[in-house]
């Protein structure tokens, strides 16, 4: 998250006001001791412009297309329906 607040030259003051969140919220995200909610990493994922799969793992490169990275390494791995939706 810091990498790339730095290679945005986003400051942190600035994803306060964007998220709507707390100063200490964002100080806990950039430190790890907190990881955000859902919602929160959606957000802002959104405002440094990078996937939020690549914000919570680390895994990737941060502009990668996170659908691509998921489909390639869950192919055959993950069910799209269950027998429920499909009506058996």
Request: a positive charge; glycine letters at 12%.
């Amino acid at each position: 998250m810091i990498s790339r607040m730095n290679q945005l030259g986003i400051k942190g003051s600035e994803l306060v006001r964007q998220l709507g969140t707390s100063r200490s919220s964002v100080s806990h995200w950039q430190t790890g001791q907190v990881i955000p909610s859902s919602e929160n990493l959606l957000k802002l994922s959104k405002a440094l412009r990078c996937n939020a799969w690549w914000l919570e793992s680390g895994a990737g490169v941060p502009e990668g297309n996170v659908e691509l990275e998921l489909g390639l390494s869950l192919r055959g791995k993950a069910s799209l329906i269950s027998w429920v939706q499909v009506g058996k």
